[in-house]
């Protein structure tokens, strides 16, 4: 059978064979350390669990409004009033399955065939694969590691052509953790206004922030910003709800109205009872969800980077914010003898059992991410693992 053309342009993921190797490994009964976790390693605070289950005892698991229950996008406009000092109507905002579901509602409803939007790499791997299946473009923008790994105005200006519809921002970031402050979102935002390019910031991990910076939401710096961007945010990180798959946007609501539509005849609406839960999560504190798990992250955080940064070969820009580490390990992959990183990453899964994802995914073939979303234990005896991996094959 002929396979639609849009699935065609799909790139399979680069940690397919990482993932299915280490999966085969530990059924072996090896002791395999994951290094690609993408979600907290706690569970769903209590009062959160309390919540869905009274949701449940009251008879909330119907059918709710496609773009998310009244009380649920109240709490959302509360969040963004105390967090981010900005003000929304219930019209401009929707609950989407996951932020991952709101950034493809967004794409189906914004582009048409051909329509180009811009994508700093390193990129989390689902904004191309998006774009694709809307029929857009993806234009990869090389954010350069000695920029910590930032889209600067001048590259953006550059990437800018009459079919651009759009750029990516992501801060903090998945992969690298970076973050932007309020001046360099200021000139991107500029940029874009004088293009008439639309902003989609992704603030996912908006709470998990290690350094003294805060995060700015682009959209709070003017009114012109806030009119031409698209947030898209939700509970997976910050309150460790990965499975709950709550998620939302919020946008000026000619963009925000067909994004309802589309969700309509999709997933006809976000579960009832993790939208009871989500409430439960932000009625409880918006501006602080999980202040231990963020000195937990933060702890793990400065240990793996100094080990890390003691391997030879290695080097590892530090991240503010998200919990991966993005380090260069092309110098090490040099001088252990191979081809590529993706080859460095399957030989040590191999010999030392330690699982990472290659850069190839994020288009940075020269890095390598690790998840520390894992005990202390395990990533001590991860970083113990790669530097004899490296030191043996020297």
């Given at each position: 059978?002929?396979?639609?053309n849009?699935v065609?342009?799909?790139?399979?993921?680069?940690?397919?064979a990482i993932t299915?190797?280490?999966?085969?490994?530990k059924?072996?009964?090896?002791?395999?350390?994951g290094l690609?976790?993408?979600?907290?390693?706690f569970?769903?605070?209590?009062?959160?669990l309390?919540a869905a289950?009274?949701a449940?005892?009251?008879?909330?698991?119907?059918?709710?409004?496609?773009?998310?229950?009244?009380?649920?996008?109240?709490?959302?406009?509360n969040?963004?009033e105390?967090?981010?000092?900005?003000s929304?109507?219930?019209?401009?905002v929707?609950?989407?399955?996951g932020?991952?579901?709101?950034?493809?509602?967004?794409?189906?409803?914004?582009?048409n065939k051909?329509?180009?939007?811009?994508v700093?790499?390193?990129y989390w791997?689902?904004y191309?694969e998006?774009?694709k299946?809307a029929?857009?473009?993806?234009?990869?923008?090389?954010?350069?590691?000695?920029?910590?790994?930032?889209?600067t105005?001048?590259q953006?200006?550059?990437?800018?052509?009459?079919?651009?519809?759009?750029?990516?921002i992501?801060?903090?970031?998945?992969?690298?953790?970076?973050?932007?402050?309020?001046?360099?979102?200021?000139?991107l935002?500029?940029?874009c206004l004088?293009?008439?390019?639309?902003?989609?910031?992704?603030?996912i991990?908006?709470?998990?922030?290690?350094s003294e910076d805060e995060h700015?939401s682009?959209?709070s710096?003017?009114?012109?910003?806030?009119?031409?961007?698209?947030?898209?945010?939700?509970?997976?990180?910050?309150?460790?709800?990965?499975?709950?798959?709550i998620?939302?946007?919020?946008g000026?609501s000619?963009?925000?109205k067909?994004?309802?539509?589309?969700a309509?005849h999709?997933?006809?609406?976000?579960?009832?009872i993790a939208?009871?839960a989500?409430l439960?999560?932000?009625e409880?504190?918006?501006?602080?969800?999980n202040?231990e798990?963020r000195n937990?992250?933060s702890e793990?955080?400065e240990?793996l980077?100094?080990?890390?940064n003691e391997i030879?070969?290695?080097?590892?820009?530090?991240?503010?914010?998200?919990f991966y580490?993005?380090?260069n390990?092309?110098?090490a992959?040099?001088?252990?003898?191979?081809?590529?990183?993706?080859?460095w990453?399957?030989?040590?899964?191999?010999?030392?059992?330690v699982?990472?994802?290659?850069g190839t995914g994020?288009?940075?073939?020269?890095?390598?991410?690790l998840?520390?979303?894992?005990?202390?234990?395990a990533?001590?005896?991860?970083a113990?693992?790669?530097?004899r991996?490296?030191l043996?094959?020297?």
């Amino acid at each position: 059978m002929e396979l639609a053309n849009r699935v065609k342009t799909l790139t399979p993921s680069a940690t397919l064979a990482i993932t299915a190797k280490a999966k085969e490994l530990k059924n072996q009964g090896y002791d395999v350390i994951g290094l690609g976790a993408g979600e907290p390693d706690f569970n769903t605070p209590d009062y959160i669990l309390e919540a869905a289950q009274e949701a449940m005892k009251n008879g909330f698991t119907k059918y709710t409004p496609s773009g998310g229950i009244p009380e649920l996008k109240q709490a959302i406009l509360n969040k963004f009033e105390q967090d981010n000092k900005l003000s929304y109507n219930t019209d401009e905002v929707i609950v989407t399955t996951g932020a991952k579901h709101a950034l493809f509602t967004l794409f189906q409803v914004l582009l048409n065939k051909g329509d180009e939007v811009i994508v700093p790499s390193p990129y989390w791997v689902s904004y191309p694969e998006q774009v694709k299946l809307a029929e857009g473009k993806p234009v990869y923008v090389n954010a350069k590691e000695e920029n910590d790994f930032k889209l600067t105005p001048e590259q953006l200006r550059a990437a800018i052509t009459e079919k651009t519809k759009a750029v990516v921002i992501n801060s903090p970031s998945n992969p690298t953790g970076m973050m932007y402050n309020k001046q360099e979102l200021e000139e991107l935002g500029n940029v874009c206004l004088e293009n008439n390019v639309l902003i989609v910031s992704d603030e996912i991990y908006e709470k998990l922030i290690y350094s003294e910076d805060e995060h700015v939401s682009i959209a709070s710096i003017s009114d012109q910003l806030k009119a031409n961007t698209v947030i898209v945010n939700g509970v997976s990180k910050s309150h460790s709800m990965t499975g709950w798959r709550i998620g939302y946007a919020a946008g000026p609501s000619e963009i925000i109205k067909p994004m309802t539509s589309l969700a309509s005849h999709s997933t006809s609406n976000p579960t009832s009872i993790a939208q009871y839960a989500a409430l439960a999560a932000y009625e409880k504190s918006a501006s602080d969800p999980n202040e231990e798990m963020r000195n937990i992250f933060s702890e793990r955080l400065e240990i793996l980077y100094g080990l890390l940064n003691e391997i030879p070969g290695v080097s590892c820009v530090k991240p503010k914010g998200a919990f991966y580490l993005f380090p260069n390990v092309q110098e090490a992959v040099n001088q252990n003898g191979f081809n590529s990183v993706d080859e460095w990453a399957k030989a040590l899964l191999e010999e030392e059992k330690v699982a990472l994802v290659p850069g190839t995914g994020f288009g940075a073939p020269e890095n390598v991410r690790l998840s520390y979303a894992i005990s202390l234990d395990a990533l001590r005896d991860a970083a113990g693992r790669i530097e004899r991996f490296v030191l043996n094959h020297q």
